[in-house]
Every structure is written in structure tokens, then in C-alpha cells.
């Protein structure tokens, strides 16, 4: 006997019919009748009388009824606790994307993860002009892929944060595709001081940085347009209304040129989370999964001279 012939059983009684039980079952006809015959001759009696007008219990199919009710009552409250506990043993990521996650393609492979791993679950948070390491800080995200810039210095001295690098890439100047800077095979930051330069908002995580690289390079471009959004941003690029301090791949994603700055320098996009969390059996097989598919793909982007 097992909690399928009950199931079964209680079914036909209720309908008065092994087919309509089947279909409220959604299962084959057949394969009602099977289990009804197994339930029987396992017990040595007939449950079900079966007529050309349907079926109805015996009078030792009515005293059976009566003992499996209270069954399966335990059994689907059983299921409801085994369903609960589950639940609370999943974990749950809150995963802060930046923009270069997208413009190397990397989304639907990070979906794939999730797909592959249904013990954990994921939300996630686009907002850009932020700052990703207060929301690391306060526990509003678990982990955050972004770029960690080297101008970051409180980020490698911050024992609170583990920060690992996913993918390299070089810096570039994105303007327009028909803009005059695009015909250049690269350039310096002093192009900075000659055009209007479009950046993140002040209080941005984003703005500090560049706000560092301005300053220890000397330089204060001609104008400075400080808004919220990439998408924003880039859209402004490709109108030639202004350039974008930005890395190589936003070049194909975004519909804009990527002129290589020099004396080179590079960004990393960066699995970053707090220190004391690393180990999290969730962001442990994120993390490792991530630089797996990196590394199989080559997305590592390497600085041309």
C-alpha cells in the first residue's frame, strides 16, 4: 500500500467514476484501474462495486475511506512542513549588475547559474549613479559586479571587502561614430580638455573615480554634463553632444567608437562582496562559476600597446 493508491482511492469515491477521478487526477484512466486492482488484491477484498453507471464503495471500501482520510490529511501536511523547510534552506543572493556586465554579454550566462542551481535564489538590482559598496555595507545587496577601478585605494585597504576580477579591459574615449575623435586610432587625456565630457552624478561611486583620474592628470574639460543612466549617457554619445570616459566593450553594445586612450591604462569588471561572506556556500559557487566561464570564454581582454 502506498499514499498514491489512497490518493487514488479517495478520488474515485468522490467522483463515482474511475475516468472523471482520472481526469481530476490528470493521470490515465488505466493507470487508476491498475492501482484500484494492486489496493485490492493487497488487501484481499473488493473496495469498489462497478457497474455500466460507474463505481461506489463496498462496505469494506466505505470502512477503508474512513481509515485513509486521516492519511492523507497527515500526508499533505507533511508535504506543506517538507515544502517550508526547503524553502527556508534555499538562499537568496541579491546581485547589484553594472553595466559591463551586459556589454560583455556575460546576463544570460549568469540566468544559466541560477537555472542550473534552484537551491539558490536571485534578485536582481540595475540602478546605476549609486554606491555599490555603502549598499554592500548596509547588506541591502550580497554581492555586486561592477568595475573596481585602481583608483579605488580605500577598496584594497578595506579589509570589510573581498574583491575578485573577473575581466580586464582597457579604457577608452567613446564618442560618436561620426565625430571627428572616431577617425583617431587613440589619444591622450589632454582630449579631455576639449570637449564636453559626460559623467555620472556627484554623490555616484562613478564620479569619485573620475573625478581622481581629472585631477591627478591635471585636467578639467571644457564642460561636464553629469547625469543619472548609461543608456542615457551613450545616447548622448552617439548624438556627438558629448564623449564618455568608458571601457572597450560599450563600443559594439552601445553603437559607439572606443578610441584607446594613451599611456594605456585598464578597469576591472569584479565580483565584490564583504569579506566576512566569501565563503557563503551561494556566493562561493557564484563566484567560482563566474570565473570558470571567464576564463573558458576568454572574455579577459588584454591592453593593446
Not at 166 to 180: H, K, R, W, Y
Not at 222 to 249: C, F, K, N
Amino acid at each position: 500500500m502506498n499514499i498514491l493508491q489512497i490518493q487514488y482511492l479517495l478520488a474515485v469515491a468522490e467522483c463515482g467514476s474511475i475516468s472523471k477521478a482520472a481526469e481530476s487526477l490528470f493521470v490515465s484512466q488505466p493507470a487508476v484501474s491498475l492501482q484500484m486492482k494492486k489496493l485490492e488484491s493487497e488487501l484481499g477484498c473488493s473496495l469498489l462495486f462497478r457497474t455500466a453507471q460507474g463505481v461506489s464503495l463496498t462496505p469494506e471500501g466505505e470502512a477503508f475511506r474512513e481509515g485513509a482520510r486521516p492519511v492523507l490529511e497527515a500526508w499533505e501536511q507533511l508535504e506543506a512542513v517538507s515544502a517550508c523547510l526547503a524553502k527556508e534552506k534555499r538562499e537568496r543572493l541579491t546581485i547589484h549588475l553594472g553595466p559591463r556586465v551586459f556589454s560583455n554579454g556575460l546576463f544570460p550566462k549568469i540566468v544559466a547559474f541560477f537555472e542550473q542551481h534552484p537551491d539558490i535564489t536571485a534578485a536582481f538590482t540595475v540602478a546605476g549613479g549609486g554606491n555599490f559598496l555603502e549598499d554592500l555595507r548596509t547588506g541591502a545587496i550580497d554581492v555586486a559586479l561592477n568595475y573596481v577601478s585602481s583608483y579605488l585605494k580605500d577598496l584594497s585597504g578595506a579589509p570589510r571587502f573581498f574583491q575578485c576580477e573577473l575581466i580586464q579591459e582597457p579604457q577608452c574615449i567613446l564618442t560618436g561614430l561620426d565625430s571627428a575623435l572616431a577617425q583617431q586610432e587613440r589619444v591622450s587625456f589632454d582630449i579631455l580638455r576639449d570637449h564636453t565630457l559626460i559623467a555620472a552624478p556627484e554623490a555616484s561611486l562613478e564620479s569619485t573615480v573620475l573625478d581622481r583620474i581629472l585631477q591627478d592628470h591635471g585636467i578639467t574639460p571644457g564642460r561636464m554634463y553629469r547625469l543619472d543612466g548609461v543608456d542615457t549617457s551613450m545616447e548622448m554619445v552617439r548624438a556627438g553632444t558629448g564623449i564618455v570616459l568608458g571601457p572597450a566593450s560599450f563600443a559594439d553594445h552601445y553603437g559607439v567608437r572606443a578610441v584607446p586612450l594613451y599611456p594605456p591604462f585598464a578597469e576591472s569588471l569584479s565580483f565584490v562582496c564583504l569579506r566576512e561572506n566569501k565563503d557563503r556556500a551561494g556566493l562561493k559557487a557564484f563566484r567560482e562559476y563566474l570565473m570558470k566561464m571567464c576564463q573558458e570564454t576568454e572574455v579577459y581582454l588584454q591592453i593593446s600597446g
